[in-house]
T-cell receptor, first 117, second 114 residues
Framework: EPEVTQTPSHQVTQMGQEVILRCVPISNHLYFYWYRQILGQKVEFLVS????????KSEIFDDQFSVERPDGSNFTLKIRSTKLEDSAMYFC???????????????FGDGTRLSIL | AQTVTQSQPEMSVQEAETVTLSCTYDTSENNYYLFWYKQPPSRQMILVIRQEAYKQQNATENRFSVNFQKAAKSFSLKISDSQLGDTAMYFC???????????FGTGTSLTVIP
């Protein structure tokens, strides 16, 4: 069964540095998402992406964050000038359809554990 | 705003027994979708079951079934004949008609005891 894949599985970065988290969504999916899960807390929505633009974002997704689909397969989350509180598990997800009236589930990757030192 | 509440941080069940995980939510929307996701120690979020709010019939997937009470805004997950591989964190999630994002509960950590 097709899967969403994320790399790396664990990223350790110095505070203030930039980090790029990578995701390869399922190939025939059109909607892409990033979520964050701080240790011991709930999974939180960051952003959704469709047709090469952001379709929705949460208040967490400020100017420090950006997303990009640089080619036909990858979907990246960039965090500029990382802070200690950015330490979390970051999940990428994709779905075949999305938006209003779509009942398609989102398929999640294994996550990238980001540790900021 | 949508909120999802899972009031049981941890639960355990004997192998082969039945366990029910509770979830309540708050929304002003009339049509929406509810999901249960499983997150085993391997960390991947795996879809377990989904329910469309406009369907009165409770969804079932093999050993997994839901008790969807729309008026009470309750969406519990029943796992029958529990297996060791069911040990995981279980998240209830809500998706409305107005956007793409999921709203997750805080999760219930389920341990199946041999």
């Amino acid at each position: 069964e097709p899967e969403v894949t994320q790399t790396p599985s664990h990223q350790v970065t110095q505070m203030g540095q930039e980090v790029i988290l990578r995701c390869v969504p399922i190939s025939n999916h059109l909607y892409f998402y990033w979520y964050r899960q701080i240790l011991g807390q709930k999974v939180e929505f960051l952003v959704s992406f469709y047709n090469n633009e952001i379709s929705e974002k949460s208040e967490i997704f400020d100017d420090q964050f950006s997303v990009e689909r640089p080619d036909g397969s990858n979907f990246t989350l960039k965090i500029r000038s990382t802070k200690l509180e950015d330490s979390a598990m970051y999940f990428c997800a994709s779905s075949r359809t999305g938006g209003a009236y779509s009942n398609q589930p989102q398929h999640f990757g294994d996550g990238t554990r980001l540790s900021i030192l | 705003a949508q909120t999802v509440t899972q009031s049981q941080p941890e639960m355990s069940v004997q192998e082969a027994e039945t366990v029910t995980l509770s979830c309540t939510y708050d929304t002003s929307e009339n049509n929406y979708y509810l999901f249960w996701y499983k997150q085993p120690p391997s960390r991947q979020m795996i879809l377990v079951i989904r329910q469309e709010a406009y369907k009165q019939q409770n969804a079932t997937e093999n050993r997994f079934s839901v008790n969807f009470q729309k008026a009470a805004k309750s969406f519990s997950l029943k796992i029958s004949d529990s297996q060791l591989g069911d040990t995981a964190m279980y998240f209830c999630a809500f998706m409305g008609n107005t956007g793409n994002q999921f709203y997750f509960g805080t999760g219930t950590s389920l341990t199946v005891i041999p």
